[in-house]
């Protein structure tokens, strides 16, 4: 039911494999473009891999190079500003270090980032697989549950079950989990509903292969990349969720380090200390890019096509069109 | 036409029924004894038996979603046990104040975001098209909660212009008051709506604006200007509308973390409240209306789709 | 007089790196005189299209470089600015695309497309420009034309969408009609009525016909003269009468040979040209047309031949071949 029109027939058929004289050259400036397009990729990608090793890193190593212990309170250094005596990013609220808790926090943050896409990946996943494998009735009801759950904006129902649940980390997983297991299940299934259709999926099934061992040994390899970008770009999606709930009290409780609950704390300073809240927002929206320039990077290594449609399409109208049937052939 | 609101309209229908089901199933899933966690330990157990008798949590399940059901056509959300009035009261007091402000956000976001994303689509791969990704790309990081604290920090307490917090001064105000306390909150709810919108429109347009009837108006002498306005933008329109569709829904969920910042007195703020005394009634009231309001959304977005694809319209 | 002459015309696309750019339209001169058609004929790819959308000065978006000269009705098109050539496009030189469906907005009825420009730029108000367009819809043959203006163009039938595309571009009355492969997304019932009617609309109004096809068949009996493309260039350009009775060039010839007729024999097959046109990023060396030339002999591949009259006697008949038509010595070249 799109109105846009079509593309006109056979704007789609590039020049591509022409024999003959012109080959050589066409190929070679194809293969120097993939390279300059991949090293574009590659660069997104090794800064938001680098970005993300980084958190990994501190928070791993937190209780080495974490200058004071994240929960020692100081009533006499309430509030302290940047660069202050001992305290490089100052105090907060109740003057504990804010550094010390941002590098703790690290550590929670990336829990409630990445440990809620693996379990939604695991169940939506198969979810998604045996649906799509199965397709029929089963197929309809599932999808239309899926339906009913994407009508709920996501931060709503995570938000419910995180308050019906009580407020803790786990009740906060667990949020993140529901309301993101529909969109992986949507995107595996999906996937292998166009998997189904190809021959050597067909072929299997012809050599009388049983059903798990086709799902498993011959669909669900070819499904991991676009999975793979999809998951990097939810854990993007994950930080920010995450920190929302946690902003409105439903994440680790105090007294702790975790990002959303620090900004949510930090703001009984903000006229004097406006630090005490911001800094830790910083800190979720340097981790959220750094996952979603590893998924951009990631998507463009391994789907050339969104950066090359372009181009292509340039070439082929340059070309003529390409578009009248050939003339005297 | 009519016949196809109408179909669309009866889809709507297992849907909602879906929502019920789950806000019901909320109240469900509270661990341990509802009453215990409704009334707090303190309670006495007289008080928790006449709650657990007043909710009806003896019969089964079924029979009281049936009753959960039959009270939300009666218009009966429960009763909030913070405001200590009915949900339904609460929330119809705040709701508009919600809905002037997403609303307000959604139609900010969907101008700009179209404007900005034709604008780029016209240059692809120029600077101009290469800021938009970046912007999009930073824009989608953000949390729009730390937005709106950076937001009040630059502009009420530094700046001072702009007031932080409430929705009319102390000394009360007119529209112009009003407005002045808008700016921050609605730029801070739009923020993230105006990337996708953005990002959506740039696609869209650049799938549409080599078409050949956009070629075959420039052949007739039609300034570009007047093309695009005319020839791309209605094409390229059904996507953008399905994701302003979808935005408007995500807004009015995204209000329960701006309200909280600016202190703006809607639903997103009451759900805040409920949710730190827990007031499950309130909760599942407040998460009902706005869900409800996403489906109604998204079957206008439908009807809007249909008007702009003439096949559909004639049908 | 001479209302299009095209001059040295050129159209270079900067390829995505830096060596790949593209040269479509190569050393490409013709001109069209007052009330004249020109069959303009070729495969795909061979840059009839890319010659069109470069008079109109339409490839700037695309990022191509156009460079010659371009003279419509006594004006350099290539010295005016996109806001001047807007003046001339539709009113001055209107356009026939090939496929009427993508060609026409969906999204818009046929009256609202049609009136557009009239109103926007030709002073019409509303009603007026809604008579005008009824008229040209019946001047296109549409019945029921006051009816049809409230159409979409998914309502159509590709005969008549093809006329309705045809009623636009004459809408401004321009002196020159472009129809880029007009007739080539209908059923071959239908290709002759349409060229009928746009033979007809061209000796009525007036204008002059420039007729791009990939089918000699097409143009042979609507058009005065023929120009022959191949590779970006013109190999050969006769009146139409002189071009069928005596092609000169290989191309030509080979051309004439996969035309279908009726007096071959059933069962026969249709010569075909082995081989295909080369793409614009890797032109042969020497003459295009020579690795699927059968009459190619070594220096073919040495230089671009230039476009000669071989022959004093057909004057105006001009063939780039060094086999066929040998340059005379004193090089008649345009």
Known sequence: MKATAAAPPGAAGPPAARPGPGSRPRTRTRTRGRLARLSAGNATAYLGGGIVAATVLVALLAPLIAPHDPLDTDPAAIGLGLFSDGHLLGTDEVGRDILSRLMYGARMALLVAILPTLLALAVGGCIGLFSGYVGGWVDSVLM?????????????????????????????????????????GRIVRGNVVSLRQEQYVEAASALGYGHGRIAFRHIAPNLLGGVVVFATLQTGRNVILSASLAFLGLGAQPPTPDWGQMLSGGRALLVTSPHVATLPGLAVVVLAVGFNLLGDGVRDRLDPRSRRSRAAKKDDRAADGGKTGDAAC | MLTFILRRGLQMIPVLLGVTVATFGLGQIIPGDQATALLGPTSSEEDRAALRADLGLDEPAVSRYFTYLGNLFSGDLGRSLSFGRPVSEVLSERLLNTLLLSGTAIVVAAVLGVAIGTWAAQKPGSVRDRGLTVGVLFLNSVPSFWLGLVLIVVFSLQLRILPATGMTS??????????????????????????????????????????????????????????????????????????????????????????????????????????????IPLVQGGILVIAVAFVLINMLVDVAQAYFNPKIKLA | ??????????????????????????????????????????????????????????????????????????????????????????????????????????AMSIGKQMAEPLIRYDGHNRRTAADRCAELLQLVGIPAARERLRAYPHQLSGGMRQRVLIAMAISREPKLLIADEPTTALDVSIQSQVLRLIDRLRRELDMALVLITHDLGVVAGVTDRIAVMYGGMIVETASTAELFDAPGHPYTRALMQSVPRMDRKPGDRLPAIPGLPPHPSAPPPGCAFQPRCTLARDECGDSVPLLAEPDPARAGHLVRCPVTAPVPAEGART
């Open chain 2, 170 to 279: 102390i000394a009360g105000g007119g529209a112009l008051d009003t407005a002045a306390h808008m700016v921050l909150p609605v730029i801070t709810l739009a923020a993230w709506s105006l990337a996708v919108i953005a990002r959506m429109t740039r696609s869209a347009v650049l799938e549409v604006i080599d078409n050949d009837y956009v070629q075959t108006a420039r052949s007739r002498g039609i300034g570009e200007f007047h093309v695009v306005v005319r020839h791309v933008l209605p094409n390229a329109m059904p996507s953008v509308v399905t994701v302003i569709g979808l935005q408007a829904g995500f807004l009015l969920s995204g209000t329960v973390l701006t309200e909280t910042v600016f202190s703006w007195p809607g639903v997103g703020l009451a759900l805040q409240q409920a949710i730190s005394s827990r007031d």
């Open chain 3, 1 to 106: 007089m001479n209302v299009l002459d095209v001059a040295h015309l050129e159209v270079t696309h900067p390829g995505h790196d830096h060596d790949s750019s593209l040269t479509t339209v190569r050393d490409v001169s013709f001109r069209v005189a007052a009330g004249e058609s020109l069959g303009v004929v070729g495969e795909s790819g061979s840059g009839k299209s890319q010659t069109m959308l470069a008079v109109l000065g339409m490839l700037g978006r695309a990022g191509a470089t156009v460079s010659g000269r371009v003279t419509f009705d006594g004006t350099d098109l290539t010295a005016l600015t996109q806001k001047q050539l807007r003046g001339i496009r539709g009113s001055g030189i209107g356009l026939v695309s090939q496929d009427a469906l993508s060609a026409l907005n969906p």
């Open chain 1, 144 to 184: 239309r549950i899926f339906d009913v759950m994407f009508s709920f904006p996501g931060i709503l129902l995570a938000l419910g079950i995180g308050v019906a649940l009580g407020p803790s980390t786990t009740s906060l997983i667990v949020a993140v989990v529901v309301v993101t297991i529909p969109e992986f």
